[in-house]
């Protein structure tokens, strides 16, 4: 955990709950490691609801590094990657500094913010992806050796402060929720998988989740904050011009805050603690790169913080990230042959998102190997089709960050289904035990019984589905289902609630695999089509999208887009003038 010591929340926490479904290990790494969790948007509709945790960074990774040491064919060596090996327009292998070369038929790079990297704190520069590590300063030369275009990014992270150097009292406490909600479905795990004792006899580091939770504390920037950051925005990296990449839209710098929201008379922080055994706090929300000496007039300007002491500066990091548009779905690179990308290189921001196309990245890379074909993920399937699909196909010129409304199918997408849609992925590539694949069949067989029997079952005035929708069912349900596993109630009671909206979402889908089959001419100009938005044809005539759903998936571009283009595709080859630049029409594929 490199920089805050969070996993989940919106969007992020669907999706880590998705890879814990395709047989990943970060759902059950948070769980054991967690010291507080929240579920956000309790009040609202369970398809926004998302968990979130704060974990003990420290013992987040040391139980992740132990459990890799104990996979079975699995192979660890630590050391720093040069260069990439080519061989007739294939990867090969890699160099490393020590001289030592790794060959094999795949190579996935995953390279954070390490490639070229330069952390700025005001006018002070150092090489390096993170306070105290190094920068990769050879890899990038091998990437664009390959034809790799290669871009600038920028993120940063706030000042870490000494606990008991806070005056906590004045301040909002934020607890843990009494009934955590964990990431991992361990309804369907074998009894004993999470504290057993590997063979050698070594035993995983990790707690019983939710026990001893600890607090965040909320506090707010003042007007002396404004001023302090407003009178220094020159000194600070980013806005003297020292860093050209671009930074997180949706994360900014306590410098972008004030100067993008100047109407906004304060901004939110959280002070979170960075695990059970150290004193060290993160202050989430005031990511800088202003001077040090500027850092420690701003953050005694806080309420709270008057008297902090920072332990490690902020910093910005600019770094190399390879445009994902040169990727097929699949994670493999257009340009050459068995090189895979997964990460902050794909130009994503975020724990989750980067555990998602590892994940991908690693069943595809041995997938090519075995020369079938690659798992690719709907859309319609989960947050993880929806972020590969928006990379691959749209590309990104910003730090790129999930959220629940990139999804247009979001309400099928609730954190308790992960399981049963991701299912026939799980099975098809043999991601999870055999024992762990039936009893999912077996719980969504059950949620498929009890929504059915709802919507059958005469509740008075109309079906028990109808009293539900209506509110009124919980005590009129039968004893039986009352005595399923709180996950088959939970997602038989969202089926039952939301029928409505989610048949409307099939039928979309079904719209959208229609649309999928129709091509759209190369020979379009999008800015002559008078009817087209001028927002949605620039669009449109930048990513050139093949179909008429890849059309439909581009931020901006709306269904009634969607619905000129089509009449547009329909009588293109008729029409003898119009906003074709070379004859073209419609194909089906």
């Known amino acids: 955990m490199s920089c805050n010591p969070a996993i989940g929340g919106q969007a992020k926490g669907q999706m880590v709950r998705e890879i814990d479904a395709l047989g990943g290990e970060m759902a059950v790494n948070t769980d054991v490691t967690a010291i507080q969790f929240r579920l956000l948007n309790e009040s609202r509709g369970p398809a926004v609801q998302a968990p979130r945790a704060q974990c003990d960074k420290k013992a987040y990774q040391l139980r992740l590094k132990h459990k890799l040491e104990l996979q079975d064919n699995l192979q660890i060596f630590q050391a720093t990657v040069t260069g990439l090996i080519y061989k007739h327009d294939r990867v090969v292998g890699c160099r490393t500094n020590l001289d030592v070369e790794f060959l094999g038929r795949t190579v996935i790079i995953t390279t954070g913010t390490f490639l070229r990297a330069l952390m700025h704190v005001g006018q002070n520069k150092n090489k390096g992806g993170r306070m105290g590590d190094f920068s990769a300063k050879t890899l990038s030369g091998s990437l664009i050796e390959a034809g790799i275009e290669l871009c600038r990014l920028k993120t940063g992270t706030p000042p870490r402060l000494l606990g008991r150097s806070i005056c906590f009292s004045g301040l909002q406490e934020q607890k843990g929720d009494r009934e955590p909600t964990l990431f991992a479905f361990h309804d369907t795990r074998d009894q004993g998988d999470l504290f057993h004792v590997e063979q050698p006899g070594e035993t995983l580091l990790g707690w019983r989740p939710g026990v001893a939770q600890t607090s965040c504390w909320m506090t707010y920037t003042t007007a002396e904050s404004e001023q302090i950051v407003r009178s220094n925005l020159h000194l600070s990296a980013m806005y003297s011009g020292e860093i050209s990449g671009i930074g997180p839209r949706y994360c900014p710098s306590i410098e972008d805050k004030f100067v993008r929201f100047a109407d906004k008379p304060r901004h939110l922080l959280f002070l979170e603690p960075e695990g059970r055994n150290t004193n060290e706090y993160y202050v989430n929300g005031l990511s800088t790169s202003l001077p040090f000496d500027v850092q420690v007039q701003l953050v005694h300007s806080i309420p709270g913080l008057e008297q902090a002491i920072i332990l490690r500066p902020a910093y910005a990091v600019e770094y190399d990230f390879a445009q994902p548009t040169q990727l097929f779905p699949s994670l493999e690179s257009r340009k050459m042959e068995g090189l895979f990308f997964a990460g902050q290189i794909n130009g994503t921001s975020g724990y989750e998102e980067a555990a998602a196309q590892g994940l991908v990245a690693g069943v595809n890379a041995v997938l090519k190997v075995r020369g079938e074909s690659p798992m690719v993920i709907g859309r319609h399937e989960g947050y993880i089709g929806v972020l590969l699909d928006d990379l691959t196909s749209k590309g990104t010129i910003e ?31 043999k991601l999870l035990p055999e024992s762990r694949l039936n009893r999912i069949e077996q719980k969504f067989s059950a949620v498929k019984k009890w929504s059915d029997f709802l919507e059958d079952t005469s509740g008075g005035n109309g079906s028990l589905g109808d009293a539900v929708r209506r509110g009124e069912a919980p005590a009129r349900l039968p004893a ?63 990513l050139r999208p093949a179909t008429l759903a890849a059309a439909s998936r581009i931020s901006g571009v709306n269904p009634s887009d969607i619905t000129i283009l089509m009449i547009l595709i329909e009588t293109g080859h008729r029409t003898p003038s119009g906003p074709w630049s070379s004859p073209g029409s419609a194909s089906v594929v």
């Open 480 to 542: 039986e289902f009352q005595n399923e596993t709180k996950e088959v109630r939970e997602e038989t009671l969202y089926r039952v609630k939301y029928r409505g909206y989610l048949l409307r979402e099939q039928r979309q889908i079904e719209r959208f695999n229609d649309l999928e089959r129709i091509r759209i001419p190369d020979g379009i100009n999008y800015l002559a089509v008078s009817s087209l938005r001028k927002e949605s044809a620039q669009k449109l005539q930048a």
């Open 399 to 429: 730090p790129y960050r999930m959220f629940t409304s990139r999804a247009e199918h979001r309400l099928l997408l609730n954190h308790g289904s992960a399981e049963g849609r991701l299912m026939g992925h799980s099975r098809a590539m």
